[in-house]
C-alpha cells in the first residue's frame, strides 16, 4: 500500500519568527552596512546586510543552527550529516558543536581548502566525493541509514529556509520598509526565507534573486514554472554551484519573488575588489551575487531604498588574490 500523496509543507512567516527566537542571542545580529559611493554609483540608497560577519562566516548558520535546535532529544543524540560545497557544511558543524550534536559532514573534493580545515575546526566529522561523478545525496542517505544520522540539506528543508528568513527580518526591522531587495541564489533557501520575510514586513518590496550567468537554472526555472536541472556550471560563486532549485524553496519562489537576475564572474571579481576598496570588508565571490545585480543597473535602483544580502565572507585569502590581480 502506497501513502497518499502530500504537499511538502511550505515554510511560513510564523517560522521564521520561531527561528529567529531559536537564534536570538547565538546568531549575530550582523551590521547594515551602508556606502557613499555605492549611493552615488547607483542613485540609489543601499543597504547591506553584512551575513559575511555572521558565525561560521555565512548566513548557513541561521538555517543550520535552527534545524539542529528542531530535532528531538534522541535524533540530536545520533547526529547529523549534512552534504554542502562549503558554507552549510561549515554552519552545520559549528552549530552542532554548539549544541552538543555529532556532524558528519560530505564535501566535495575541490571544495576550498579553508572551508574543509573550518569544518573539521569546528568538529565536523568529513567525507569527500567527487562531483563531477558521484551523487552527494545518495551517499547522504546511505550514511543516515547506516548511522542513524539526520540528513539536513542545505537548503530544501523547512526549518533551514525559516532559519535563513531571519537575515531579512533582521535587514527590516533595522531600516524600514525597502523598494527592493537583492539576494544571493543558489538552490533558493536565502531567497525563499528571505521572501517570506519581505512579504511580512514590507509587502511592496521587490524581490530579486541573483545567481551567476554560467549557471541559470533558476532563472530558467523560475521563467518557465517547472525546475530546471543543469550541469555543474563553471563559476568562481561557488555557494551558487546549483544544479536545480529545492521542491520546498521553488513554490516559495514563483510565490513570492518577482524575478531572477545573473551576472557574470567579471562583475563578481569588480564586486569583490569594491567592497576591499570602497567598504574594507571580506566578501566572497557567491556574496558579491547581490551587489554585483544592484551595480549593473539591469534594475534601476535609481531614487529607490535598496536592501542588499552579503551571503558570505568565506574566500581563501590566496583564491581571492588570485582573483584580484586576474
Ligand atoms: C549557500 C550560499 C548561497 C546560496 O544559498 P541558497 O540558500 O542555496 O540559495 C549564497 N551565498 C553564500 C555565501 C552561500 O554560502
Redesign the pocket.
Given at each position: 500500500m502506497s501513502l497518499p500523496l502530500s504537499e511538502p509543507k511550505l515554510s511560513t512567516y510564523d517560522d521564521v519568527l520561531a527561528a529567529a527566537q531559536r537564534i536570538e542571542g547565538i546568531a549575530h545580529r550582523t551590521p547594515v552596512l551602508t556606502s557613499r559611493t555605492a549611493d552615488e554609483r547607483t542613485g540609489g540608497k543601499l543597504f547591506f546586510k553584512a551575513e559575511n560577519l555572521q558565525r561560521g562566516g555565512?548566513?548557513?548558520f541561521r538555517g543550520a543552527y535552527n534545524a539542529i535546535a528542531r530535532l528531538p532529544a534522541e535524533a540530536k543524540k545520533r547526529g547529523v550529516v549534512a552534504f554542502s560545497s562549503?558554507?552549510?557544511a561549515q554552519a552545520i558543524a559549528y552549530a552542532g558543536q554548539l549544541q552538543g550534536v555529532p556532524t558528519v559532514i560530505i564535501m566535495p573534493q575541490d571544495a576550498p581548502a579553508m572551508k574543509v580545515a573550518a569544518t573539521k575546526g569546528y568538529g565536523g566529522e568529513v567525507v569527500l566525493y567527487d562531483r563531477y561523478k558521484e551523487d552527494r545525496e545518495a551517499i547522504g542517505r546511505r550514511l543516515s541509514q547506516e548511522r542513524g544520522l539526520t540528513l539536513i540539506p542545505?537548503?530544501d528543508h523547512e526549518d533551514v529556509i525559516a532559519g535563513?528568513g531571519t537575515a531579512a527580518k533582521e535587514l527590516f526591522e533595522e531600516v524600514g520598509p525597502l523598494d527592493m531587495l537583492f539576494v544571493?541564489?543558489?538552490?533558493?533557501?536565502?531567497?525563499a526565507g528571505s521572501a517570506l520575510a519581505t512579504r511580512a514586513l514590507s509587502p511592496e518590496c521587490r524581490i530579486y534573486g541573483v545567481e551567476p550567468e554560467a549557471g541559470n537554472d533558476a532563472q530558467q526555472s523560475f521563467r518557465s514554472g517547472a525546475i530546471v536541472r543543469i550541469p555543474v556550471p563553471a563559476t568562481i560563486a561557488d555557494?551558487?554551484q546549483?544544479t536545480y532549485v529545492g521542491s520546498k524553496?521553488f513554490p516559495i519562489m514563483r510565490a513570492l519573488v518577482d524575478d531572477i537576475l545573473t551576472v557574470s564572474d567579471a562583475q563578481l571579481v569588480n564586486t569583490m575588489r569594491f567592497f576591499i576598496e570602497r567598504m574594507k570588508i571580506v566578501v566572497?565571490p557567491?556574496?558579491c551575487?547581490s551587489a554585483a545585480a544592484a551595480f549593473s543597473g539591469i534594475v534601476p535602483c535609481k531614487d529607490k531604498r535598496v536592501g542588499i544580502i552579503i551571503?558570505?565572507g568565506?574566500v581563501d585569502p590566496r583564491a581571492l588574490a588570485g582573483f584580484l590581480a586576474g
Open positions: 555565512s548566513f548557513k562549503g558554507n552549510h542545505p537548503y535563513q544571493c541564489t543558489g538552490g533558493g533557501g536565502l531567497l555557494g551558487a546549483t524553496t566572497e557567491t556574496g551575487l551571503s558570505g568565506n
